[in-house]
T-cell receptor, first 117, second 113 residues
């Protein structure tokens, strides 16, 4: 049962253009969402997050949009740079009673982003 | 700060062998995690710990054991290696304040033949 899905295994964009990575989830109890970036032979690194009380969060070139009714989120990278070429993982968690999630994340399968010079 | 370190980087095991994957963090984080990543798949949580002496199962705990005797170390034990445990293993930690921003180690690539 894949609760977090990234249906596009790969995405190729030109440098300077926008990259849009998509993520869908099925568990309506998820209330915190994150994007991680992973280079080959390295561990994932945190990129940006969004709480379910918001529909947008921006950090520099990276913006995450959340559509709760559609159970869909997306990561926009503008402008894309060759150094952004990596695997991007969407992850979700559920904040439990007491205000903690214990950091238990459910990850999507990842999308390989390639930005061409 | 070295962050989260994992050893070894690579290992090949024969079916039925045992090994321990080491994980150490020097950030004084309370929460630590073990994930596995199979090819083309996302990371799946194996075990996690919210502090020394406290561990709990994640999504895929079968075939693994963990212990947390210190804040810094969170080793993962494979008792009887099986081909299904061929994967890349990541250890992660978080301070417990921003619970979901986890800091990951570089991973251990394990092959069971």
């Amino acid at each position: 049962d894949q609760q977090v899905k990234q249906n596009s295994p790969s995405l190729s964009v030109q440098e300077g253009r926008i990259s849009i990575l998509n993520c869908d989830y099925t568990n309506s109890m998820f209330d915190y969402f994150l994007w991680y970036k992973k280079y080959p032979a390295e561990g994932p690194t945190f990129l940006i997050s969004i709480s379910s009380i918001k529909d947008k969060n921006e950090d520099g070139r990276f913006t995450v949009f959340l559509n709760k009714s559609a159970k869909h989120l997306s990561l926009h990278i503008v402008p894309s740079q060759p150094g952004d070429s990596a695997v991007y993982f969407c992850a979700a968690s559920q904040v439990l009673a007491g205000g903690t999630s214990y950091g238990k994340l459910t990850f999507g399968q990842g999308t390989i982003l390639t930005v061409h010079p | 700060n070295a962050g989260v370190t994992q050893t070894p980087k690579f290992r090949i095991l024969k079916i039925g062998q045992s090994m321990t994957l080491q994980c150490t963090q020097d950030m004084n984080h309370n929460y630590m995690y073990w994930y596995r990543q199979d090819p083309g798949m996302g990371l799946k949580l194996i075990y996690y710990s919210v502090g020394a002496g406290i561990t709990d199962k994640g999504e895929v705990p079968n075939g693994y054991n963990v212990s947390r005797s210190t804040t810094e170390d969170f080793p993962l034990r494979l008792e009887l290696a099986a081909p299904s445990q061929t994967s890349v293993y990541f250890c992660a930690s978080t301070p417990g304040l921003v619970l979901d921003e986890q800091f990951f180690g570089p991973g251990t690539r394990l092959t069971v033949l």
